[in-house]
């Protein structure tokens, strides 16, 4: 299944455009789990939520200047982000929004029309 949707046009930097299979369409590529930052678009190979650490979003977190804070697509789901993921981001001033990854995708597109300066990432859809 296949769906695209209207991203605000000032928007700046990668732009999901739409979902594919278990995926995310991003200026024309294709990524089933996707790292974002205002800059660029990265395929991600997450590990399960419950192990995700703050290891795995060095990229995220290391921006200069650190972004506002991380949204979390947790998959076709909400869940609730690892708690000690959730210290380890506060510790360094960064908050986390976790929701599903279709939610955060359509986030990121409103927040980078704010010119936000913000970090994603978005695990598979299942």
Same mark, same amino acid.
């Given at each position: 299944?296949?769906?695209?949707?209207? =991203?605000?046009?000032? %928007?700046?930097?990668?732009?999901?455009?739409? !979902?594919?299979?278990? /995926? !995310?369409?991003?200026? /024309?590529?294709?990524?089933?789990?996707?790292?974002? +930052?205002?800059?660029?678009? &990265? =395929?991600?190979?997450?590990? *399960?939520?419950?192990?995700?650490? $703050?290891?795995?979003?060095?990229?995220?977190?290391? #921006?200069?200047?650190?972004?506002? !804070? #991380?949204?979390?697509? +947790?998959?076709? &789901? !909400?869940?609730? %982000?690892?708690?000690?993921?959730?210290?380890?981001? @506060?510790?360094?001033?960064?908050?986390?929004?976790?929701?599903?990854? &279709?939610?955060?995708?359509? +986030?990121?597109? $409103?927040? &980078? /029309? @704010?010119?936000?300066?913000?970090?994603? *990432?978005?695990?598979?859809?299942?």
């Amino acid at each position: 299944m296949s769906s695209r949707f209207d =991203q605000d046009p000032k %928007a700046t930097g990668p732009v999901v455009q739409g !979902f594919a299979g278990r /995926g !995310f369409s991003v200026d /024309g590529g294709v990524y089933e789990g996707l790292l974002l +930052t205002p800059l660029s678009a &990265r =395929q991600w190979d997450p590990p *399960a939520l419950a192990d995700l650490t $703050i290891l795995h979003l060095e990229e995220l977190i290391g #921006l200069q200047p650190p972004p506002e !804070f #991380l949204l979390l697509g +947790t998959g076709s &789901r !909400f869940s609730f %982000a690892p708690p000690k993921l959730v210290r380890a981001l @506060e510790e360094r001033g960064i908050g986390i929004e976790a929701m599903d990854s &279709r939610a955060a995708a359509r +986030t990121w597109g $409103i927040l &980078r /029309g @704010e010119e936000r300066w913000i970090a994603a *990432a978005l695990m598979p859809l299942d």
